[in-house]
Structures are given as structure tokens and as C-alpha cells.
């Protein structure tokens, strides 16, 4: 039973990361983690090249993830939340599912994943997403791990001065950036809690299955 975990966040070792990893780490199969970041996948082309065999024929990086993806019992999956919705790579990835879906479903049908949503303030959007794209792949969705995380603006240099910001927008004009009010994931210990009950209802799923 093979757990395959993917973080669509293109900043390594930032809080989807991290969450996504929560979730292996209390599942305790065999895992494997892959982070999109730096990867090149373009978006689905509507080609229907992939109708015959259910395998996409553009040549990107998601040629190499393909088998992974086929191979693994369960998926999990996190995204960040980017103006509402999950982030455009997590959405190129997923997009280009489309290449399991045509007659032999059964390529990813079955599966079990669980959705993992960041966000700056609100990351349901993320994982909202996520979630109904496993419903679309008749993915048998264990549930959602949530945390905040601290958006760009507490980094960029301008965070407190910048009217259109997150500092603003979430916390008031003439706010101070200091380590007290930046999200971090070590401070969220539901977010954390969340995330590894989910890890062991999934081992618990797949040994189960197992037997
Ligand atoms: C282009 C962009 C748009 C964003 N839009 C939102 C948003 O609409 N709502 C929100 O809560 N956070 C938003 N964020 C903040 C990110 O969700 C937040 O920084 C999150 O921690 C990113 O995940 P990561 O740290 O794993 O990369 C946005 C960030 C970027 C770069």
C-alpha cells in the first residue's frame, strides 16, 4: 500500500509542504513526497490524445509523475489558496488527470485521498478544490487538513506599507510585522492535530484493505 503525497506549492519547505508531510508522517506507509515546485506541467490541451490508452501525450514533468500517481492506494494532496481558489500549478496537476478518466476509470477511481488547504487567511478555498476534483475522479476523499500560512506580504519588504497587502487587508493599516502575528504552522497545534488523525484514519483505510 503506497501513499503518494504532493505539495502544489511552488515555495519549498513552506507550510503546505510542511502540512502535507504531517499527514504522511502519521499515515506510516510506505510514502513518497513530491513537490511541484520548480516542475514544469502545463495545463490540459483538450486534446483527447489520451482517449485510446488514458496516458497524456504532452512531454512535461508530469510524464515522470504519471506512474507514481498510478501506483499509489492514496493521494494527498495540498494546494495553496491563490485569489480563491487552489494555485495554478496545483490546478495544471490536477487538470491533466483528464488522461485517467476515459473508459478504464478504474486507472484512479478508488483511490483514497485527503485534501490539504493552505491559505494566507483562508484556506478552505484550497482545499474546496481539492476536494471536488477527487469527487470528479471518484477518489474517496478521507477529509481536509487546514492551516495559515504567512503570506508573501510578511516577507516582500513593503508588507507594512502596502495598502493592497495581506498586512492591511488582514490585520489593519500601521500594523507591525513582528514574529508574534506572522502564521506559522508550529503555532497552529489544531492545524497540526488535524493533520495526523487524518494520517492514521488513512493507515487504518489502507491496512484494512490490505488484508
Ligand atoms: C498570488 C497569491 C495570491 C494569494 N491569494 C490569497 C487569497 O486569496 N487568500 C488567502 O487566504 N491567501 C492568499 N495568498 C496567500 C497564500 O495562500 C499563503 O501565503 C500560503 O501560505 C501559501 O502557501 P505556502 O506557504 O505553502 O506557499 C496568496 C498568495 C499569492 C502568492
Do not use: W
Request: proline share 5%.
Amino acid at each position: 500500500m503506497k501513499i503518494l503525497g504532493i505539495s502544489g506549492s511552488p515555495r519549498k519547505g513552506k507550510t503546505t509542504d510542511l502540512l502535507v508531510n504531517e499527514v504522511l508522517k502519521a499515515a506510516g506507509e510506505p510514502t513518497e513526497f513530491v513537490s511541484l515546485a520548480g516542475l514544469q506541467i502545463s495545463p490540459c490541451s483538450g486534446c483527447l490524445a489520451c482517449v485510446e490508452d488514458n496516458i497524456c501525450k504532452i512531454r512535461d514533468d508530469m510524464t515522470g509523475l504519471r506512474e507514481k500517481i498510478v501506483e499509489a492506494d492514496a493521494l494527498v494532496i495540498g494546494a495553496p489558496n491563490y485569489f480563491g481558489h487552489l494555485n495554478g500549478l496545483s490546478h495544471c496537476f490536477l487538470e491533466r488527470f483528464y488522461q485517467f478518466r476515459h473508459r478504464e476509470a478504474d486507472v484512479i477511481s478508488g483511490k483514497l485521498g485527503i485534501a490539504v488547504g493552505v491559505g494566507g487567511g483562508m484556506p478552505e478555498p484550497a482545499a474546496r478544490d481539492i476536494e471536488k476534483f477527487f469527487e470528479y475522479n471518484q477518489i474517496e476523499c478521507l477529509g481536509r487538513a487546514l492551516a495559515v500560512g504567512p503570506a508573501s506580504c510578511f516577507d516582500c519588504g513593503y508588507g507594512e506599507d502596502c495598502s493592497v497587502g495581506a498586512i492591511y487587508q488582514f490585520y489593519g493599516p500601521g500594523t507591525r510585522i513582528t514574529e508574534d502575528i506572522t502564521p506559522r504552522l508550529g503555532k497552529q497545534p489544531q492545524a497540526i492535530e488535524q493533520a495526523r488523525s487524518l494520517g492514521l484514519k488513512l493507515r487504518e483505510r489502507l491496512t484494512l484493505l490490505s488484508r
